[in-house]
């Protein structure tokens, strides 16, 4: 009885100093509105939407096993004789860089383990902020009042490439190090200036002894600090500007519809939290990666056979391989057109044309609405075609990474097959267009054919004169509801010869993007309901 006693004054105690401190911020900060706005925020019940958070916790594991790494890894690249457990390496010539990541390695406990936890989680925060990304580009996500969040996305995307390529350099073996040469010869190709820049990051002539420290730095402190604060800027427009959703029955431009916080988005976002988890560590723990000790240290005369880089920087590599030698000297100074092409304007205007898409098709469709509803990729099919294409070009630009390793797979020339990838980087996004686009359009015409005529049954009937018919049944209103509200602009009309040349580019440019459509059998009265259900919202004045 004293006992229980005693328990339930520390529970009355701990909870009146919980109360007691609750009131104590809350009077000194806005925790209660805060909180009460977040725990009435509707969070996204679609799959679709999870690889944001996929991303997000991935990241939080870098964070993580990246903590413990540092306490074990000395960034210096001087030399000394290894003397470390693994004997095949003893008594060679080691940077301490490398040197840390064996001992890591090998005497660390479970240091190997977390080293590849890393190195996956790394993998899967660039693939699933990737695949993110283009879940908002197929779905119209980016379109207002999303435009600077797509912006903020795609930054953080640069920021992750980068982040990923100052960590695969950092243990200095001769697999990284190759990769510090290419990165080396990209920074010199750059016209004037080139040489200069190298030097100034790498301290003195290639291989330097400046660059692991300095990439060290950057890749623990200066882009960890800037996806911190580019992460927490999304989250925050993410709840202030509520998230997406499909189009479904209750759902419009006009409301948010979803699960509450607490406890079933909770729930779910937790269970997921242990998945990502629970994958990385068996990933790390079962499939190797990333074995520096059989790549050996770096030396600046050897290069490892078959060296390919991480897979997200493997277009860089194949465009590199794919470009013809080139190069021409100016005033003095030796243009490398083969390596500044593909390896410097190529990814900045792939950057480019991400950062402004959104505002290209804004003034395309002359579209000033907001945007809550997830467009079907089928009922844009130019937007889906242009997707897909860009997929296939990266495809085609990694696959090249490895021409050499498919080369000798196959039995076949590496120049032979250059040239075939040469010319399936020209074809290739071409036919990926067209296909697409044609797909969509059937894809199309096929809910014009199930609202039409109804959904197969699978049951076939006889008349009393002996002829044959399918049946079918009509499709549920849910069903309906899908296929029937969406929001496709209309051309825009011609504005005549003597207009502005700009008026009549993008006239020509929006009868390009939404020319292509298949009209569904509405009635009037629907299409007034349509309209409605997708009309913008009212500004704050006007709900007033």
Known sequence: MLLRRRKARIRSGARQAVHTGYLALDRRAPVSELARQLLRKAFPDHWSFLLGEIALYSFLLLVLTGSFLTFFFTPAMTEGVYQGRYAPLRGLLVTEAYSSTLHISFDVRGGLLIRQMHHWAALIFVAAAGVHLLRIFFTGAFRRPRELNWMIGVTLFMLALLEGFCGYSLPDDLLSGTGLRTANTIVMSIPVVGTYLSFLLWGAS????????????????????????????????????????????????????????????????????????????????????????????????????????????????????????????????????????????????????????????????????????????RDRPTRTALGVAAVVFYAVLLAAAGNDVAAFIFRVSVESLTWIYRISLVIGPVVAFLVTKRACLALQAHDRRLLAEGEETGLISQNPYGAFSEGSQPLGARQRYRLLVRDIPLPLPDPGKRAPRRHRLRAALSNWFYRDRVEMPTTPEQRLQITGRTIAPLPDAERD
Request: proline letters at 7%; aromatic letters at 12%.
């Open 206 to 377: 290639f291989p330097g002894h400046l660059i692991i420290a300095r990439l060290y730095i950057i890749h623990v402190l200066f882009v960890p600090g800037l996806l911190l604060a580019l992460i927490g800027a999304h989250l925050v427009m993410v709840v202030y500007l509520k998230h997406t959703q499909w189009s479904d029955q209750g759902r419009t431009n006009r409301n948010v519809v979803g699960l509450p916080m607490v406890p079933q988005f909770a729930i779910r976002s937790t269970g997921l939290c242990l998945a990502v988890s629970g994958v990385t560590t068996v990933l790390g723990a079962l499939a190797q990666i990333n074995p520096v000790w059989n790549f050996g240290p770096y030396r600046a005369d050897q290069a490892s056979t078959g060296a390919q880089p991480d897979w997200y920087v493997g277009f860089l590599e194949g465009a590199l391989r794919l470009m013809p030698a080139w190069q021409n000297t100016v005033a003095g100074h030796t243009l490398m057109w083969n390596v500044f092409l593909p390896a410097v304007v190529l990814p900045a205007l792939l950057f480019l044309v991400l950062y402004l898409y959104p505002s290209l098709e804004k003034w395309v469709t002359g579209d000033l609405m907001e945007h809550h509803l997830c467009d079907r990729p």
